[in-house]
């Protein structure tokens, strides 16, 4: 199994900038991708960003492209969400993931607010 934590969530003016981030700890070398998920109050949770643990490609939603940058520290098990020119839509509980043997694990989650 695989532990997440995730840190860096808190209340930003919108066009700000926050970073999330998520530690992994457990059997982090099956680790297959880990990513990060958002929900808003009263919305599905929504893929964000996704990294492959072993080579480093990434993937984007389209809401996020060329603002978020996700990225990780092998060495610390830790995957980074790099959120700049924050907009009030992206306002969410933000939840970590990681895939590995066929299974997902989440993250407790960390709140993201954007409001002036």
């Known amino acids: 199994q695989v532990q997440l934590v995730e840190s860096g969530g808190g209340l930003v003016q919108p066009g700000g900038s926050l970073r999330l981030s998520c530690a992994a700890s457990?059997?982090?070398?099956?680790?297959?991708?880990m990513g990060w998920f958002r929900q808003a109050p009263g919305k599905e949770r929504d893929f964000v960003a996704r990294i492959r643990w072993s080579g480093g490609s990434t993937n984007y939603a389209d809401s996020v492209k060329g603002r978020f940058t996700i990225s990780r520290d092998n060495a610390k098990n830790i995957v980074y969400l790099q959120m700049n020119s924050l907009k009030p839509e992206d306002a969410a509980v933000y939840y970590c993931?990681?895939?590995?043997?066929?299974?997902?694990?989440w993250g407790q989650g960390t709140q993201v607010t954007v409001s002036s």
């Open positions: 457990g059997r982090t070398f099956n680790i297959y991708t």
């Open positions: 993931q990681a895939a590995l043997g066929g299974y997902q694990y």
